[in-house]
Every structure is written in structure tokens, then in C-alpha cells.
């Protein structure tokens, strides 16, 4: 069964520490993005990568760090330099299209952070 | 920039009530409007995209319409497991990233 993962569903931190959230997925998709969804809010793009070893920022990218050493995986760090991590994360995937664009983006089942 | 809005923030309907969703949006070029349906708890799960004025889509009760300026997502007959939230995004033609409304959030009461 093809698809996204993502890990832990649920993550709890303490102020002042780094956590990293997995994404892998076995779509054969070029392109994967992480997402930051808040109650009453749209996602918001924090980083996303095109292709193995490049990745750009997204909107909110402050206190957060990615990286894309296997096209399968696109983890996302939080650092203790986010001020306000509690949130909901979607990591995404897509193919991507000649011509530089990608195709429709299809989405893991999310990991909610809390920091305590 | 790109500017997606979604109306209403939510809605609630009886079971079998018909009505429809909007989403307007501002961008220099479309490539894509893609909806989502979200549970709570869940990702969203990929519903449509469309790509150019005029194109309709359906799926069960769900049909996507789309215009130069917006885009409504039609529910014919809903049922009670429709209750979620619909997410609209747009992508324009240079780009490969998403820009999101906030989101309908539908309840069909039974």
C-alpha cells in the first residue's frame, strides 16, 4: 500500500528542547513539504524540498530545520528557537511535472506537538 | 500575492439539505484549485482539482465548479459522515507551492 507516514502521532516536549518529527513516504514522489496547522487556521507552508539534498523555506521556516538525504524521508527539526511549537504538522508529497511545477499534493496523517 | 477565501467558516446542515461551499481567490496565474475534505485529528484527504474556468468535477454527493475569480463545492443531499472541514488551495502556473483558505468546517446534523 502506497502512502505517507508520519511519526509519532502525538509528541510532547519540554521548553528548551529540539524534537524531530519523521515523514516517509513510498509514492516515488520528488517533492515533500511540511505544513503548520492552528485551530481556526489555514496550513501554512514551513519548508519544502524538490528534489534530494535541495530544499527551500516556506512562509514560517524561523525555528524550524529540514533535511533531504533520501527521497523517501523529509524530516522536520523543531528547535527551541520556535516560540510557540504547539501546533499540528502535515508533511505532504507530490510528483513533480516537466516544466518545474509539481502535481497534486497528497498528505501523511499529521503528528500533534505539544510543548509542555 | 496569492489570497484564498473560504465562506462560510462553517455551516451547519440538516440531512439532505443541499448547499454549496465558496472559495474566491486572487492569483496572477492558476495552474490548479484543489479541494481537501479534513477530520478532525486527520490530514486532508484530496478531493478535486480543477484546472480552468468552466471544469466541473463530482464525486458521490460532492461537485466542484469552478470560475475566473472562485470556486464552490456543491453537497447534494449530504449525510451525516460529510461533517468535516473543506480546505481550499491554489497553485499558480510558476509554482509548485499551495496557497490555503481557512477552511469550511460543514456539520450535517441527522
Known amino acids: 500500500d502506497g502512502g505517507i507516514t508520519q511519526s509519532p502521532k502525538y509528541l510532547f516536549r519540554k521548553e528548551g528542547q529540539n524534537v524531530t518529527l519523521s515523514c516517509e513516504q513510498n509514492l516515488n514522489h520528488d517533492a515533500m513539504y511540511w505544513y503548520r496547522q492552528d485551530p481556526g487556521q489555514g496550513l501554512r507552508l514551513i519548508y519544502y524540498s524538490q528534489i534530494v539534498n535541495d530544499f527551500q523555506k516556506g512562509d514560517i521556516a524561523e525555528g524550524y530545520s529540514v533535511s533531504r538525504e533520501k527521497k523517501e524521508s523529509f524530516p522536520l527539526t523543531v528547535t527551541s528557537a520556535q516560540k510557540n511549537p504547539t501546533a499540528f504538522y502535515l508533511c505532504?508529497?507530490?510528483?513533480?511535472?516537466?516544466?518545474?511545477?509539481?502535481?497534486?499534493?497528497?498528505f501523511g496523517p499529521g503528528t500533534r506537538l505539544t510543548v509542555l | 500575492e496569492d489570497q484564498v477565501t473560504q465562506s462560510p467558516e462553517a455551516l451547519r446542515l440538516q440531512e439532505g439539505e443541499s448547499s454549496s461551499l465558496n472559495c474566491s481567490y486572487t492569483v496572477s496565474g492558476l495552474r490548479g484549485l484543489f479541494w481537501y475534505r479534513q477530520d478532525p485529528g486527520k490530514g486532508p484527504e484530496f478531493l478535486f482539482t480543477l484546472y480552468s474556468a468552466g471544469e466541473e468535477k463530482e464525486k458521490e454527493r460532492l461537485k466542484a465548479t469552478l470560475t475566473k475569480k472562485e470556486s464552490f463545492l456543491h453537497i447534494t443531499a449530504p449525510k451525516p459522515e460529510d461533517s468535516a472541514t473543506y480546505l481550499c488551495a491554489v497553485k499558480e502556473t510558476s509554482g509548485s507551492r499551495l496557497t490555503f483558505g481557512e477552511g469550511t468546517q460543514l456539520t450535517v446534523n441527522p
Open positions: 505532504a508529497s507530490s510528483k513533480s511535472v516537466p516544466g518545474g511545477s509539481t502535481d497534486t499534493q497528497y
